[in-house]
């Protein structure tokens, strides 16, 4: 109701919110001498104590939120400041520094969510595949530069399962949550990098002497080596990952997740109602629901493969499909905001509706 009105209409309710809290202290201040009248001092000091305890609970409760607020403010300070200073990076240096700040960004905040998951008991989900991915990804881009295999490996994997990866867990740019911003950050600066290198970066260094990174030859490629390298490595890697996981998640850390009430992917959509009555309800059993969620995300991998690979040989298609999880990831941050304050405003009217309607009967009671 409220986020569609405007600045005057959103001033009128504030005006008559203050209107409000007027009128009930005046009301209050007038009722005290009253109160204080037909009430003994015992029973005063009980209600002074009780206000007190209420007091100093707000006043702690208030101190927190003012905390939190602060550090949201901050996080959308930095969020917009990362945005900007990316933004440049990529337009100034484009085939030097900015792989060096891509690397930067992503392992410094990685390393932030690895101290704050661990406190939350929330760090399994760092054993899921988009870090495995962004390990073998700092690989390519400062050890093994010149290695054809490890390159398509990255373009498949920053393509594939981390675009894709936008849609299907939500990734949102919701500035004042840090924890939003990474999830955004290490899914898109690698298909960001892949493509200022596949299409700028190589063209670049094709007329140099010296580079830094491979040299493309797709004149001596067959269709075999594409499939091998852009389908099939990438294929056998991600299921390595998948054995390993699986091995450290349903076995041999099962017992510790349960016993200190850890998180993992498989628990968080578990907790989905509508992913745990698909996980369940096979002609497998429950306990088959681990390989029903692994064989999901293997399809998953595959599906997602699929946009990578065609990525790979169109500038327009890969453009177009970047821009594309990049105005989705925008276009989920919007709704958050926007349905946010939307319900805030509403809840808030409506409370304010609520005591004006308890006021209106207390004048009603008066004059009768």
Known sequence: MLGHLDLDQLDKVLSKADNLAMRLAAQTSLQMPLLNSIINKKDRDQLRAKFHKRKQLLQRYLKSANAVRLQDKLSFVMGVFLLIFTTYVLGRYPNDFWYIYHCLVVISLVAYRFYNYRQKGWHYYLFDFCYFANILIMIFLNFTPK??????????YANGPFGLAIPAFKNSMIFHKLDNLISVTIHLVPMVSSWNLRWHTLQEEATKDTRYFLTLSPETESFTTYLTRLFLIP???????????????FVISSKRIKDRNYETMYIYYMNQPWAAKILLNTPLGPRAAPFI???????????????????YFSFTVHSVMMMTWIGLSV????NFYMEYFSRKYESGLKALEEVELTFSKDEAKKDK
């Open 147 to 156: 290695n054809d295999i490890l390159f398509k490996v990255f373009f498949v």
């Open 235 to 249: 294929l056998s890697l991600y299921l390595l990952w998948a054995f390993l996981y699986s091995l450290k998640v």
């Open 293 to 311: 969620f692994m064989t999901f995300h293997v399809t998953f991998f595959v599906v997602s493969s699929v946009f990578a690979g065609m990525a």
């Open 331 to 334: 276009w989920n941050g919007a």
